[in-house]
């Protein structure tokens, strides 16, 4: 089975400040990795996806996570935060083959303060 | 990146009453849907796989007498919440994947509000 663990339910920077939310995952089999942002009562946008090849993921929103298989880690990282990235978001693991469901972590709060 | 619609976005409906929410991929052909609620401030739980032609496959615990879903053509799969109660009140997701994704990339639509009065 598979299971992700995002630690922090609610993260507060300053605006300009280092973001990082984190994610560890759990799986038996090779997983595919994803990061989505949730902002107030609408659906989910994907940030970025790991699935093979390059540990170092960039995505949209300057945004970038990081794979690593050692510590079962999949953090989200941006280097300057905006007003505009508080929101909600979630950490999401799935078996490494196609149309199977996504699995999501608990999700963590991003406050961004002036 | 794919388009996932889902309508409505807010519906209000009385107690025992039923309620269909469906969800479209515009822009792409998915022979595989999912559908899954959210209570507020909390993650998304998945209810169960939509599969075109074929029975949803329900996750344990969700009643699939209650939540029917159907799955008729490879754009549209419908939640249909029979004999709603207030608990039934919530945020319901569906998501599809672009088959050509390699990936497994899911697209999410934009949510719909339930709210059982």
């Known amino acids: 089975a598979q299971s992700v663990t995002q630690l922090g339910s609610h993260v507060s920077v300053s605006e300009g400040a280092l973001v990082l939310l984190r994610c560890n995952y759990s799986?038996?089999?090779?997983?595919?990795l994803f990061w989505y942002v949730q902002y107030p009562n609408q659906g989910l946008q994907l940030l970025l996806k790991?699935?093979?090849?390059?540990?170092l993921v960039k995505g949209i929103n300057g945004f970038e996570a990081e794979f690593k298989k050692s510590e079962t880690s999949f953090h989200l990282t941006k280097p300057s935060a905006h007003m505009s990235d508080a929101a909600e978001y979630f950490c999401?693991?799935?078996?490494?083959?196609?149309?199977?469901?996504?699995?999501f972590g608990k999700g963590t709060t991003l406050s961004v303060s002036s | 990146g794919a388009v996932v619609s889902q309508h409505p976005s807010w519906v209000i409906c009385k107690s025992g009453t039923s309620v269909k929410i469906e969800c479209r991929s515009l822009?792409?052909?998915?022979?595989?849907m999912f559908w899954y609620r959210q209570f507020p401030k909390q993650s998304l739980m998945l209810m169960a796989t939509?599969?075109?032609?074929?029975?949803?496959?329900?996750e344990q615990g969700v009643e699939k007498d209650k939540f029917l879903i159907n799955h008729a053509s490879l754009t549209l799969s419908t939640l249909t919440v029979t004999s709603a109660h207030p608990e039934d009140s919530s945020f319901y997701i569906c998501?599809?994947?672009?088959?050509?994704?390699?990936?497994?990339?899911?697209?999410f639509g934009e949510g719909s509000w339930l709210t059982v009065v």
């Open positions: 998501s599809a994947r672009a088959p050509t994704d390699s990936g497994n990339t899911i697209y």
């Open positions: 799986s038996s089999v090779p997983p595919y």
């Open positions: 790991y699935t093979t090849g390059a540990t």
């Open positions: 999401a693991v799935s078996p490494n083959q196609a149309g199977t469901a996504l699995i």
């Open positions: 822009d792409f052909q998915a022979t595989t």
């Open positions: 939509s599969n075109e032609g074929s029975k949803a496959t329900y």
